[in-house]
């Protein structure tokens, strides 16, 4: 059998599609309002960060690691308030990102569970903060 990894099935340009694909769905999709209103306005960098994190990630050049020194995901998403809700939000965009760029059936049963752990693995808290939706009320926990 002949075991390709994510970065052999996608290539360079595939990799840099799926990133940019998968911010582009998380600015568009009104499920995922709540990430995306933890990333900044111009979602160009970030873009470039996923892109040089996911190249290393799926078995390419370890690009994020040559720029940053790490490819540690905790620390830059510990500020942000991250449980069960916004791992599948965040979920919810990379599957639709990978639909968008009709990746094969082989890469997504590939990707599957190592997705999820790499989502699970930047949750930070056991529950979603709860929306306020009550004018009334300041603070909500």
């Known amino acids: 059998m002949n075991f390709e990894t994510p970065y ?8 840099r599609q799926l990133a940019e694909t ?12 709540h990430i995306r ?5 111009s979602l160009v960098d970030v873009k470039g960060k996923l892109t040089d994190y996911l190249t290393g ?3 390419g050049p370890p690009r994020y690691h040559d720029k940053t020194g790490t490819v540690c995901l905790t620390e830059p998403h510990a500020p942000f308030p991250i449980g069960p809700a916004e791992r599948d939000q965040w979920l919810l965009c990379f599957n639709e990102a990978l ?4 990746a094969s059936d082989e890469l997504k049963a590939m990707l599957k569970e190592p997705v ?5 693995t930047v949750r930070n808290r056991d529950e979603s903060l709860r929306e306020n939706t009550d ?3 300041i603070a909500i926990s």
């Open 57 to 59: 990630w799926m078995g």
């Open 135 to 137: 004018p009334n009320i």
């Open 116 to 120: 999820y752990r790499l989502a699970d």
């Open 99 to 102: 639909e968008r760029i009709n």
């Open 8 to 15: 052999q099935l996608l290539g360079e340009e595939g990799i």
């Open 22 to 33: 998968f911010y582009d769905v998380m600015d568009e999709l009104p499920e995922a309002a």
């Open 37 to 41: 209103a933890m990333h900044s306005r």
